[in-house]
């Protein structure tokens, strides 16, 4: 992990300890950081030199797309709102700077058929030995548990064995983004798979203490990046693996493990939506069940019918670059 280097290193460090004690996750915000640190010290900065023209120069020599300015742009604001908060400084310089203007975002949505085949796909590399069983079935269960429960992917890689409630069937999750609890009940299909790994886990493990609800052979749960690896392989075995890619003003993103989320919420909204009631009310629901802070939040999944039509739209521009 790369340190910061700085004038400002300590207090960097130092707000990043504090996020991570409202549970948030630290490696997007960690990584914007970086860049300012790095400009602080390639321009010799002092507390001074925090002018409006200072970021204005920063925000041009960063090399990204405009959402990703703009997040470098945030996180730093974030950083010196909370120098405010400590009494280091009184006035934060940005925050009236302007913010480029972004592009739409469009989430890769897996069809239900699609979810379907991944999950296939997933079941069919388990290995067989005894070593690599458990491991694997826990990617899959993982896995099942991002589609079919519309989970983050660090929520059930951090559930506790107590966590799982057999007998009303709900998984309580506990302390993830914005430090919300909740509990959830779960598809009767997902029991199945978590007491087939529970069974699985006992006969290799009969004696194990690990307080995790998914482990692996050696007692340990499984890690954010070994689940993107594996998810990644998977998607590219079912010929579902593309690059993001930017038409106009519209950036449509890669499949990743948070595109089950989105799937989830979506797929959920169409089915209400078929059953000729309105989605519209069941947005606070949704909302506690994939713990969102406030059900607003969950109501961009109401342009379902856009971002399909879209995803359509990037296949077709794909197809004539190939024919081309």
């Excluded at 951090?158 to 983004?177: A, N, P």
């Excluded at 990743?256 to 209400?272: D, Q």
């Amino acid at each position: 992990m790369k340190p910061f280097e700085s004038f400002l290193a300590p207090k960097l460090d130092e707000f990043l300890a504090y996020r991570e004690t409202l549970g948030y996750s630290l490696k997007t915000i960690r990584y914007h950081l970086l860049l300012f640190d790095r400009y602080v010290m390639e321009k010799n900065a002092g507390w001074h030199s925090f002018q409006p023209g200072f970021f204005l120069d920063m925000r041009s020599h960063i090399k990204l797309e405009k959402n990703s300015v703009n997040a470098n742009i945030w996180a730093t604001r974030n950083f010196f709102q909370f120098l405010i908060r400590q009494g280091h400084i009184k006035e934060n310089p940005l925050q009236d700077f302007p913010l480029l203007k972004k592009n739409t975002i469009v989430p890769f949505i897996f069809s239900p058929e699609q979810t379907d085949q991944l999950l296939e796909a997933i079941c069919k590399r388990i290995r067989k030995t005894k070593h690599r069983f458990l491991k694997d079935l826990a990617f899959y269960v993982t896995v099942s548990l991002l589609a079919r429960c519309g989970m983050r992917i660090s929520e059930p890689l951090r559930l506790q064995r107590h966590h799982y409630r057999r007998d009303d069937r709900t998984l309580y999750i506990e302390k993830t983004k914005f430090c919300k609890d909740r509990l959830i009940p779960i598809p009767k299909d997902v029991v199945s798979e978590i007491e087939n790994y529970l069974s699985v886990r006992e006969s290799i493990l009969p004696h194990d203490k690990s307080p995790f609800l998914l482990i692996r052979t050696d007692q340990r749960p499984l890690t954010d990046n070994q689940v993107r690896f594996l998810f990644h392989q998977a998607v590219k075995e079912i010929g579902l693996d593309q690059p993001k890619r930017v038409i106009g003003n519209v950036n449509f993103l890669q499949p990743t493990p948070h595109s089950l989320r989105h799937s989830f919420a979506v797929y959920t909204l169409l089915k209400i939506r078929k059953r000729g009631e309105n989605p519209q009310h069941a947005l606070p629901v949704l909302a506690a069940y994939m713990g969102h802070s406030e059900y607003k939040y969950t109501s961009v999944y109401l342009r379902v019918t856009d971002a399909i039509s879209r995803k359509q739209l990037v296949d077709f521009s794909l197809w004539q670059e190939k024919k081309e």
